[in-house]
């Protein structure tokens, strides 16, 4: 078994964020790191979308990522921490869209590892020096310079290691241009490690240290360091020099304090908390991150809770010496894992859980009226200011960037009938948890849909001049007239163009610089920018049939198959050519590319005939008309179209900018299918081509931009979009309603737009997520959904959510209106009833959880609910909340052979249980009848031992994981009744799959086990397991003897019982049979064959065996924890798997991972990687540049063309 990797959708969840002028120009843009995933984005400043320009697989886990800047430059670097062993230094290129590395310096082995350093990165704020620092004992600090030819030079390490010294956080000092700082918060643990009482380890404290480079010596001075009272978490840099006082701001438990060496005094201030706050009063509160902003006059730093709130905090000065902090409550967010504010006025929030955002900072929150808290104010030691938690004032959302980090449980099916199948998704965490369906397709949002007069057949829009920005006119063809509608504050109807209204229109455009031309039966109308109308008539009874027209050139096909050939003169008139060319066959369809940039006409022709071929004809003025080249097609066409596509930005010599891409024709067929073929821009030639099925309807093919490029889009059955997008060909249905014609559309509130028609509708449209694979709709869910299962007959989920340290509802309630009577009875006699007041509108305020986030009750509370949902439409038909410490974690629906054709619904709950030291107060199992799919009736709960983890149907019975045991259970009066059991699985069972009389049970830490249920003895034995110890989280049948199972270091595996394995094997009960008999490894005697590993890089949570589009062949789907979704899919045939194995070899060589550690290593990170070829690498051939192309290519046997075609076919084979 031979297994190709595809990634579907990457990783959604951003673990570090950092901004700066990477391309070197004003525009700031934002590098973010999704895992193994470097990817840059830059925000619209107009619209305030954030575009993604580049996204980088980095094969290795990012660990640290910074920007700096070296004195007096204008571009910002990237400095990359990884697994590597190695320090990075990206640099980006605009003209060619991609990272380059510019320095890769080994310092250690790979591997995350305690003492190797990459996991903080620290820079110098004047860019002279980055210090790169291990969890534990090493820290290095390099030089970074540029060199005569201003490239940027880096020096040897200079080491700053400190044996026995846990490092939390390093930060670069702002210091002017002394010598440069860093700041690291440590704690020193050898006392600690060498006394055996304990009292050491009780007493050890944090330090702040200061190290200092000294440029002059070349080495690293640790020069200062005091120990702290409170534990910190983190450091922010406070700016020096000429801009500020310079420190360190450190953020700890309950407090902030700023440091400055001299004779600074420290200046501490209290984290402020909210009024009336249900969370354990004595929990601390801890800052979880910041973001600084700094202009010439001014700097403030915006520091978020674990809460989420976020405070401005301002530092007051008094000549170089601060005196007090100021801290105001600026507004409440979803608490983040990275912000950023940029200079245009964004704050850009990367969202620990669920969807990231980008706010617009409208207010600095200066002059209103929430109270400021000063470090100068008078408390008393322990005591802390009080603020009110409120909606959004200071910020306004402006974008939304979808994250489905984390999934914790998906399942594909086509519930909605709608013959692809969609996903599941349950994601998220505590209250902002949502249920959503994936939908393949590209989101589709409706600018505006208005009613016409009849049923139109065409639509075309047109500019006025050639240098419009924006479109001018809307014409729509009926049947027997033309509508020409005006596009301004609003779209009316207008007379005054110069088209003709009576007659149907076949095309029209834009000619020359600001002339119009309309196509119509009788002929051709040519309206000139002063209303001046020519006119050109057909001869005789013939008709114009097919038209192409483009800026400078029109093409008509009349009745029986003659051509007649029109080119613009440089007055501006439009000239016949002397002959007509007779096709052999009727035209049925035609297209003219766009005229290239500086050229007089498009030089070919691409015309469609009845006897199912498509011709190239020439345009040139030497040979104008003759056929260059022809393809035979499997059916006849229906529409044809030449683009442009691919291309990378150029400027020639005159600074004009354009675009050299690959000239393709498009042809779409009357079955349905679309091909797309290269064509010579030289010789007219037709190669390479690709075909899709789109749907049941003929294929008819229109010209839009889409990000300044050319795109096409495709309308059968459904509308597809074609274009290229991060040097890779998309083709994406849009999800929308079948539409019937359209062109492009530009205006001031649209500027890519589309307009279309669909029945007797004209909608205007846009497509803002490109490159996005999957459209998301989102039912927001109370806790963290932790499983759910399909019931087979409705089509309904039944889900159960689960939240640790929450409290129910009914404990809420309980609590807040303890916390009111507890108001009104603290207050004295004069006070009463403004006490009661405040109680009142305290029990009324109800801020939204999934905003301000949901209380924290504590280690040990639980939260539950088991909700039943419709989810085409997102109804939650019934929910039954569990009570307080009582948590859901697992559930099934099946049904029992002694009792009827009921469904019954199975809830594994477990009662008081605390994590860490593992303990539980026993469990249950809720048993609920499924009353006509649409309610949870109540039927009875079982008590059992320990937690049960998993349930699963079995023979009209259920099998049941409590805690170790492996149980049957069958339906009984008053509760289940225990049938039958196994004591022999070591840990915990946490998953369980059948499959005829087989029981395939995956252990918490020792990997699966196979079961065989006897059924005359009524016993369950182990026959067969695992050789590895796997930390199983999610298993999957693929067949009789093969399981698929993937752990929680990001592994997936594959083992297979051999073909001699028999599952016939007795129990001994008495310990009488021979030694050598007992069985291996402590285990079973007979072991499972491991035939796939491999790496995935991030915690995969599902895995289902499935076909993911129609008539398209089973693949291997898994989600993982970072919202990541990728399929894994067997090859077909050897020569295949072998060009695919040389393909992925060849990159491994010539294009190196980003991030310093090696691909293959990478992939093996904890068995190596067997059987699996890495479809991310091999698709980063599209990528590399042309020449690398051509060369790996050819040690192939293959053009570069043949590469990507085969990188595409076994995409579209499996899925998208």
């Keep these: 078994m031979f297994l190709y990797n595809i990634t579907l959708q990457r990783a959604t969840g951003i673990t570090h964020a950092i901004h700066g002028n990477f391309s070197g120009t004003k525009m700031q843009e934002i590098v973010v790191s999704r895992g193994k995933i470097l990817e840059l984005l830059r925000p619209d400043a107009n619209t305030g979308k954030v575009h993604t320009l580049l996204t980088v697989e980095v094969f290795g886990v990012v660990r640290s990522l910074m920007a700096f800047r070296l004195t007096g430059g204008t571009k910002d670097y990237i400095v990359v921490g990884s697994d590597s062993g190695r320090i990075v230094i990206l640099e980006y290129h605009p003209s060619k869209n991609m990272f380059e590395k510019i320095h890769q310096e080994t310092f250690g082995k790979s591997g995350c590892r305690r003492i190797v350093p990459g996991q903080f990165l620290a820079v110098d704020p004047k860019g002279r020096a980055v210090m790169i620092g291990a969890i534990e004992k090493q820290k290095l600090v390099y030089i970074l310079n540029r060199d005569a030819a201003a490239r940027l030079t880096i020096s040897s390490p200079l080491e700053a290691h400190k044996a026995n010294t846990l490092v939390y956080h390093v930060v670069g ?456 080249s022809m393809q035979a097609l499997p059916a006849q066409p229906e529409s044809l179209c030449i683009v442009e596509m691919g291309g990378v930005e150029k400027q020639d010599e005159i600074g004009e900018k354009g675009t050299i891409g690959f000239l393709y024709l498009n042809i779409g067929l009357q079955n349905g299918v679309l091909l797309r073929t290269v064509l010579d821009p030289i010789t007219g030639d037709l190669s390479d081509t690709r075909t899709r099925y789109l749907g049941s309807r003929p294929v008819k093919l229109f010209r839009v931009k889409m990000q300044g490029q050319d795109a096409v889009l495709a309308m059968s059955s459904r509308s597809w979009l074609s274009y290229s997008y991060q040097s890779r060909f998309h083709l994406t249905p849009l999800s929308y309603e079948t539409l019937e014609y359209a062109s492009g559309f530009a205006s001031e509130q649209c500027p890519e737009g589309i307009v279309a028609i669909s029945t007797n509708t004209l909608r205007i449209l846009a497509l803002e997520k490109l490159g996005a694979v999957f459209n998301q709709v989102a039912f927001p869910l109370q806790y963290t959904p932790r499983k759910f299962v399909i019931h087979p007959e409705t089509s309904h989920l039944i889900l159960i959510e689960t939240d640790h340290n929450a409290y129910t509802e009914a404990t809420k309630a309980q609590r807040k209106q303890q916390m009111a009577e507890e108001m009104v009875e603290a207050a004295g006699e004069d006070e009463r009833e403004l006490a009661a007041e405040m109680a009142a509108a305290f029990l009324n305020e109800n801020l939204p959880e999934a905003i301000f986030g949901s209380p924290k009750a504590g280690a040990g509370q639980w939260a539950s609910l088991v909700r039943l949902i419709n989810p085409i439409q997102g109804l939650t038909l019934d929910q039954v909340q569990l009570e307080q410490n009582e948590a859901a974690f697992s559930v099934a629906v099946c049904r029992f052979h002694n009792a009827g054709d009921d469904w019954y619904v199975l809830v594994g709950v477990a009662r008081d249980m605390i994590l860490n030291p593992r303990s539980v107060g026993g469990g249950f199992i809720y048993t609920y009848r499924l009353a006509g799919g649409e309610k949870l009736e109540f039927v009875h709960k079982t008590p059992v031992e320990d937690v049960p983890l998993a349930i699963a149907p079995f023979q009209g019975r259920a099998l049941v994981g409590v805690g170790k045991l492996l149980r049957i259970y069958d339906m009984g009066k008053k509760k289940l009744l225990r049938k039958c059991e196994n ?207 051509k060369s790996v290519a050819e040690e192939l046997d293959r053009t570069p063309p043949e590469v990507s075609k085969k990188l595409e076919d076994i995409r579209t084979r499996y899925a998208f």
């Design 983 to 1189: 004591k022999h699985v070591p840990n915990l069972v946490t998953g369980i799959h059948t499959i005829g009389q087989r029981v395939i049970v995956s252990d918490v830490q020792e990997s699966l086990f196979w079961v065989r249920y006897r059924r005359n003895e009524n016993q369950l034995i182990i026959f067969a397991d695992d050789t590895c110890p796997r930390w199983v989280t999610t298993a999957c049948l693929l067949d009789y003897d093969t399981m698929a199972s993937a752990d929680k270091f990001g592994n997936i595996t594959i083992v297979r019982l051999p073909p001699n394995t028999s599952d016939d094997v007795d129990e001994d009960p008495t310990g009488n049979k021979a030694l050598w008999d007992r069985g291996l490894l402590n285990g079973a005697s007979q072991k499972a064959d491991v035939i796939v590993n491999y790496h995935v890089g991030e915690t995969i949570l599902s895995l289902q065996k499935t076909t993911l589009i129609p008539g398209g062949s089973e693949s291997l789907v898994y989600t993982t924890l970072s919202g990541g979704i990728g399929i894994l899919v067997p090859f077909t045939s050897h020569e295949d798997h072998d060009f695919f194995q040389h393909l992925e070899m060849h990159m491994r060589s010539e294009f190196p991972p980003m991030g310093g550690r090696d691909h293959l290593s990478f992939r093996s990170y904890y068995f190596p990687v067997k059987n699996v070829i890495d479809g991310d690498l091999c698709e980063q051939f599209n990528s590399m540049e042309p020449h690398k192309q």
């Design 173 to 628: 000092v702002d210091v002017g241009f002394e010598n440069p700082m860093f700041a690291c918060l440590e704690m020193d643990y050898e006392e600690a490690d060498n006394d055996p009482t304990g009292e050491a380890a009780a007493n050890t404290q944090q330090t702040l240290t200061f190290y200092e480079l000294d440029l002059g010596l070349n080495h690293v001075v640790r020069k200062y360091s005091e120990a702290l009272e409170e534990h910190g978490n983190f450091l922010i840099t406070v700016p020096g020099g000429s801009d500020g006082p310079s420190g360190v701001l450190i953020c700890s438990e309950n407090y902030i304090t700023y440091k400055n060496f001299g004779d600074q005094p420290d200046i501490r201030c209290p984290i402020p908390r909210r009024r009336n706050d249900l969370d354990d009063p004595e929990r601390g509160m801890i800052f979880v991150c910041s973001a600084t902003h700094k202009t010439k006059s001014m700097f403030f730093f915006l520091a978020q809770t674990e809460q989420g709130d976020i405070f401005k905090v301002t530092l007051e000065t008094d000549e170089e010496m601060v005196t007090e902090i100021r801290l105001k409550y600026f507004d409440t967010i979803p608490v983040a894992t990275a912000m950023c504010v940029l200079k245009t006025g964004f704050l850009f929030v990367a969202s620990e859980f669920g969807n990231h955002y980008l706010y617009q900072i409208a207010h600095l929150g200066d002059d209103d009226d929430e109270p400021e808290f000063s470090s100068a104010m008078p408390l008393e030691e322990g005591d802390t200011f009080f603020f009110q938690p409120r909606p959004l004032k200071n910020l306004v959302l402006v974008d939304e960037q979808e994250n489905l980090s984390p999934i914790m449980s998906c399942q594909i099916a086509d519930l909605a009938n709608e013959d692809t199948p969609q996903l599941y998704v349950a994601c998220g965490r505590g209250p902002k948890s949502t249920l959503r369906v994936l939908r393949h397709g590209l989101e589709v949002s409706e600018m505006a849909v208005s009613e016409l007069p009849g049923n139109p057949n065409a639509v075309w829009t047109v500019r006025r001049h050639i240098e419009d920005e924006f479109d001018a006119y809307i014409i729509v063809s009926f049947v027997n007239a033309t509508l020409v509608l005006s596009i301004g504050e609003t779209v009316e109807e207008v007379t005054d163009s110069g088209f003709l209204g009576t007659t149907p229109t076949l095309s029209c455009s834009l000619l020359g610089e600001d002339a119009l031309v309309q196509v119509y039966p009788d002929g051709i109308r040519h309206i000139r920018a002063d209303k001046r109308v020519n006119e050109w008539k057909t001869p005789g009874k013939k008709t114009i049939v097919r038209c192409a027209v483009n800026q400078r050139q029109v093409v008509i096909a009349l009745t029986g198959g003659e051509l007649v050939y029109f080119e613009m003169d440089p007055s501006g008139q439009l000239n016949e050519y002397t002959e007509r060319k007779e096709m052999s066959a009727d035209v049925v369809c035609m297209s003219l590319a766009n005229v290239p940039p500086g050229e007089q006409r498009s030089r070919f022709l691409a015309v469609g005939l009845v006897d199912n071929t498509v011709r190239i004809i020439s345009l040139d003025p030497s040979d104008c008309l003759q056929p260059l």
